[in-house]
């Protein structure tokens, strides 16, 4: 059978009429279908966990930022700082010239020096992992405990980490005595703030010399570190050394 023959058979082919209710069955399919509600797949619920992880993430972003850049939780105080005193602060090794290692930007409150901001000179880049570092620390550690001793920056601590603070002893006997504390060992004028030198024995041994200034609520302006040798002659080993003061500073 070749493919007219096959036309022709069709052609012939009387086919069967389509019910009558055919039409109206296919209607009625289709109008069920359209009325029928699409199902809704529902949302996950938000997990607890991920709302965990995103406060902590916030955490830790907030931490790093107010580490690496102190200046960010000083704008949730609003505590005023009378006045901001940058400083350097000179190593002096025994077998090389003395260099400065770090700045610091500083203020003093009812005796004690607080740090505002600071940088290593020699690694202005490992400074903010180094503060990120040091808040981790205290935060899994603890502060130290607040005492009403009246206290002055040092310079960094055991792997600059943060600050070496020194007690120069009761804040309110410091204030009250005019910054007299120790031994005196000289008055002098830096940066147009009257001080007067004072010479205390460290904590952690060696020799600290003090320039106090009273109208910077005993804010050292110099301070003068100093270790004994085997000759039994004391050697300059670091200095903090005031460079401006800013008065009313925002920072």
Request: proline share 8%; net charge positive; charged share 20%.
């Amino acid at each position: 059978m070749n493919d007219r023959e096959l036309d022709d058979m069709l052609n012939q082919w009387d086919k069967p009429a389509a019910p009558p209710a055919l039409r109206e069955k296919v209607r009625a399919g289709f109008h069920e279908r359209a009325l029928r509600p699409m199902s809704v797949i529902p949302r996950p619920r938000f997990p607890r966990v991920r709302f965990a992880f995103g406060i902590a993430g916030f955490a830790a972003a907030l931490l790093a930022a107010v580490a690496a850049f102190p200046q960010v939780s000083r704008l949730f105080s609003g505590a005023p700082i009378p006045y901001s005193v940058d400083s350097e602060f000179v190593i002096f090794p025994r077998d090389r010239e003395p260099r400065p290692y770090m700045t610091l930007t500083s203020y003093s409150s009812n005796g004690k020096e607080v740090a505002l901001t600071w940088s290593m000179t020699d690694h202005p880049f490992a400074t903010p992992i180094h503060r990120m570092l040091g808040e981790l620390m205290t935060l899994v550690h603890g502060s130290p405990k607040e005492t009403s001793d009246a206290t002055a920056i040092l310079g960094c601590n055991h792997s600059c980490f943060g600050m070496a603070v020194e007690s120069l002893g009761p804040a309110a006997e410091l204030l009250s005595n005019g910054c007299v504390t120790g031994t005196v060992v000289g008055r002098e004028t830096i940066l147009g703030y009257k001080t007067v030198g004072v010479q205390r024995q460290l904590e952690d041994g060696g020799r600290g010399t003090f320039w106090l200034a009273p109208d910077l609520g005993c804010h050292s302006l110099r301070t003068t570190i100093e270790w004994q040798a085997p000759d039994g002659f004391y050697h300059r080993t670091r200095e903090k050394r005031a460079l401006r003061i800013t008065s009313g500073s925002s920072q």
